[in-house]
């Protein structure tokens, strides 16, 4: 009797916690590049993250960040100082059966020396509200590299001009030269 209730009571975890398995959602990218080359961005980032429902009933998706464990991150990177720089629009959202809604990024890093030149890694992770027993979640590593100096740019225009006005001066003495020789030749 004992061997036959056995195979029955697995197949009945089986058919009890299958339907619990399912992932009932997806997530895409699962990585997003954010490389800041001269000065930080402020404010929505332009890059988003969809959110695609897989079943036929709605579901209630929200978000937090998260900084991951040393030994999961990735090499070269480090975690961001302050997980309140990234953010994301909306808070949550009800997606429709078979359907997908997208979460903008907005970033608000300060613009400070100890910023630059930095490497971080975020994850930001959604999951189903009010889902059953198992409730599963999907991360996006969001990678934000950060300007290596801000004032690349304005030495580069600082260079630019000191040229100018050199090329000018060249210009004018050569002019004045000219002037001279010819006025000593008649």
């Known amino acids: 009797m004992k061997k036959k209730l056995l195979p029955l009571l697995i197949v009945s975890i089986i058919l009890i916690v299958l339907p619990v398995c399912n992932g009932s959602f997806e997530v ?12 930080f961005t402020k404010g929505n980032t332009s890059e988003t993250i969809k959110v695609m429902n897989a079943e036929e009933t709605e579901i209630n998706i929200s978000w937090y960040l998260d900084n991951p464990s040393p030994a999961l991150i990735r090499q070269n990177r480090t975690t961001i100082p302050d997980l309140s720089w990234v953010d994301l629009e909306p808070k949550w959202q009800v997606i429709p059966g078979f359907g997908n809604v997208e979460f903008f990024i907005h970033v608000n890093i300060p613009e400070d020396k100890s910023n630059l030149d930095k490497y971080w890694e975020v994850w930001i992770t959604f999951k189903e509200e009010e889902s059953g027993f198992i409730k599963f979640e999907h ?13 690349e740019f304005e030495n580069n225009a600082l260079t630019f001009s000191v040229l100018i006005f050199v090329f000018i001066i060249f210009i004018v003495f050569l002019f004045i030269t000219l002037f001279y020789k010819k006025k000593k030749k008649s």
Do not use: C, G, H, W
């Open 28 to 39: 895409q990218p699962r990585e997003l590049y954010l490389s800041m080359e001269k000065q």
């Open 139 to 151: 991360a996006v590593r969001f990678y934000i590299d950060t300007p290596k100096n801000l004032n």
